[in-house]
C-alpha cells in the first residue's frame, strides 16, 4: 500500500487511565499505594504542564475549614447547584479533601500559613497556597512511582467496548504515526471537560485566551457517548466571570479583597440578582443589557499592602492582569477591575455535567470510571476534589485486578488502522478543520445560548441548532489530514461536536430556568419544582435518548 500508513503499537496495563491532569495523576498514586499492579497513563500534552493546573493556582478553592464538616460542604454546593446535585457523590468527594490538601503539601506544595500556624484561609471554604508549581509536583511524584508508566503525545479516539464493558481505548500519536491498541482490566476517564463549543471572548488570532484550557476538546465525554455511556446534566453550562479582556479570575478580588460587583452607576447589584455562581454572571450580563454596563468589581480605596497582594496572585496564576494593571500606571486600589462572562463550557468540576456514575465512580460501561471534570453529578470540585474521586475511583477500581486479561479484536484494530490511513491519504477537502470549527462555535453562539444571544436559547433555536450541528457533523466526515497533528485536530473537531449535539438536546429537555445564564430558557423562564430531577442522556442507534433520574438523597448509596 503507498500513501502515509500507521504502525500498532499493542500495550497492556491494569489500570489504564486517560489524562494525565490533577484526577488522572492523582488516580494513578492512589492505585499504587494500594495495589501491586501496573499503570499506564495517556496523556496528549505532557503531565507537567498539562490539564487545568498547568498555569498553576493562587488557592485550594474545595477544603474543609475548622468549625466546618463535609455535610456543611454539601449543604453549600446544592444551595449553589439549585438542589440538582448527587448527594452521594458530593459527601464522599468532601470528606477527602483534607486529605488530599495534605497529599499535595507532603509533595512540596507550599501552603501559606496565618499566625497561629493553620492553613491560611480565603473566604469560607478555601485556602491560600503558592500554586505554580503544583502540577509539576504532581508529575514528579508519578514519574518516581515505578508502577507507572507515562505515554504522551498520545490522543485517545475511542473505548474499546465489548458486551457492556470496557476492554481498553485506541489512541494514535499525535507526531508519530502510531496507533496504539491498549488493553486494561480497568479505564479511568480523567481528560477533563470541554472548551471551544462556543465562539469565545476573544475570537480569531486570540481565540485560544479563555478561561479554561483550550486543549480540553471534551475527548472523554465524546468516547463516552459514542460508546453509549449515559452522560448527564448537560444542560448546567458553567460560564465563568472574567475580568474583561485577559480573562483573568475574580474569585481573588470578590474573596481576597471583598471586592462587589457594581455597574457603572456606582450601584451593587450582587444581592439584586443573588450571589450563586450563576446568578453573579446573570447579574452583570442583565446590568449590561439593560443599560446599566459596564460593570465592575470595585477595588477602588483598598489599602497599598491589598494592592500587593493582588499584583502577586495574578502574577502567580494570570499574569495578563497583573501588566495590564501596571502598564496602566493605576494599581487596582486606584481603578475598578471590568468584569464580563466567557462563552459556555462543558465542566464536571464546577457544575454537575459528566458521566452518570455510580458512588464508587464506577459508568454505566463497565469497568470503566470517571473523575475530575468529566465526572458529573458532583459540581464544586476543584483541584482537591478532583484529587479525591481520583483516590475513589483507584480503590474502586481494585475490585477488577485479579480477572483474566481482555483479548483484543486484531480485525478491529486492522479496520480502524485502514480508516485513519485513508483519512491521511484522501484529497482535500473544501472544508477545513478550522473552518468547520468556527462554524460550529457560530452556530452554538447564535442559536444555542453563547454570549451573542445574551446567554439565551429557546426551543426553536434549539432545534435550529440541532439541524445545522448534524450537518458540520456530516462535512467534518469528509476531512483529510495531511499529517498526525491535523488527525488529532480532526477528533477533536468531531469530539466537540459530538458534545454540542448532546449539549443541545438536554438544554431542549429541561422545561425551566433553574440556572439563569447557565441554563436561559426563554420559553420557560421561571424555574419548576417538576424539574427536581436529573436531565440524563444516551446515544442509541445513533439517536440522543433523553432520561429523568430522581435526585439521589443524602444517606443513599446510588448503584446503576
Known sequence: ??????????????????????????????????????????????????????????????????????????????????????????????????????????????????????????GKRNIKINGENIKPLLAGAVRKAPRIAVLERAAAIGYIVRDGRVLGVYAIGTDEPVLYAVRAKAVLCATGGAAGLYRPNNPGFSRHKMWYPPFNTGAGYAMGIRAGAEMTTFEMRFIALRCKDTIAPTGTLA???????????????????????????????????????PCYLRTVGITPDQDEELYRAYLNMSPSQTLKWIESGLAPSAQNVEIEGTEPYIVGGHTASGYWVDTDRETTIGRLFAAGDVAG????????????????????????????????????????????????NRAPAADT???????????????????????????????????????????????????????????????????????????????????????????????SGQWLKFVNSRLENGEIRIILRDLVKRGDRYEH
Not at 504542564?49 to 453549600?76: F, H, K, M, W
Not at 479525591?388 to 485479579?402: D, N, T, V
Open 377 to 424: 453529578g458532583c459540581p464544586q470540585k476543584y483541584v482537591t476534589g478532583a484529587l479525591a474521586e481520583g483516590e475513589i475511583a483507584a480503590r474502586s477500581a481494585l475490585k477488577y485486578m485479579h480477572d483474566a486479561w481482555p483479548s483484543l479484536s486484531a480485525a478491529e484494530t486492522d479496520a480502524l488502522r485502514h480508516g485513519l490511513e485513508e483519512i491521511l
Open 433 to 527: 478543520e478550522d473552518s468547520l470549527e468556527a462554524e460550529m462555535q457560530a452556530v452554538m453562539d447564535e442559536y444555542a445560548g453563547g454570549i451573542g444571544a445574551g446567554y439565551a436559547f429557546s426551543e426553536a433555536s434549539l432545534a435550529a441548532a440541532a439541524r445545522k450541528i448534524r450537518d458540520i457533523e456530516s462535512r467534518s466526515e469528509k476531512l483529510a489530514a495531511k499529517d498526525m497533528r491535523e488527525l488529532v485536530y480532526i477528533f477533536e473537531l468531531r469530539d466537540r461536536l459530538t458534545v454540542c449535539a448532546s449539549v443541545i438536546a438536554q438544554l431542549a429537555a429541561r422545561r425551566e430556568t433553574r440556572w439563569h445564564s447557565f441554563a436561559e430558557n426563554t420559553d420557560y423562564p421561571e424555574k
Open 1 to 122: 500500500m503507498g500513501g502515509r500508513q500507521l504502525t500498532v503499537k499493542r500495550l497492556s496495563a491494569d489500570f489504564l487511565i486517560i489524562g494525565g491532569g490533577t484526577a488522572g495523576c492523582g488516580a494513578a498514586l492512589s492505585f499504587c499505594g494500594v495495589s501491586g499492579g501496573s499503570v499506564l497513563i495517556i496523556e496528549k500534552a505532557n503531565i507537567e504542564r498539562s490539564g487545568c493546573l498547568a498555569a498553576g493556582v493562587n488557592a485550594l478553592n474545595a477544603y474543609i475549614l475548622p468549625g466546618q464538616t463535609p455535610e456543611d460542604y454539601a449543604d453549600y454546593v446544592r444551595r449553589d447547584a439549585e438542589y440538582i446535585i448527587r448527594e452521594d457523590l458530593v459527601l464522599t468527594m468532601a470528606e477527602g479533601l483534607n486529605r488530599a490538601a495534605r497529599r499535595l503539601e507532603e509533595l512540596g506544595l507550599t501552603i501559606l500559613k496565618d499566625a497561629d500556624g493553620n492553613y491560611a484561609a480565603r
Open 255 to 293: 474573596q481576597g479583597v471583598g471586592a462587589k460587583q457594581v455597574n457603572a452607576l456606582g450601584e451593587a447589584y450582587e444581592e439584586k440578582y443573588g450571589v450563586t455562581t450563576s446568578q453573579r454572571v446573570h447579574g452583570t450580563a442583565r446590568e449590561n443589557a439593560e443599560g446599566r454596563g
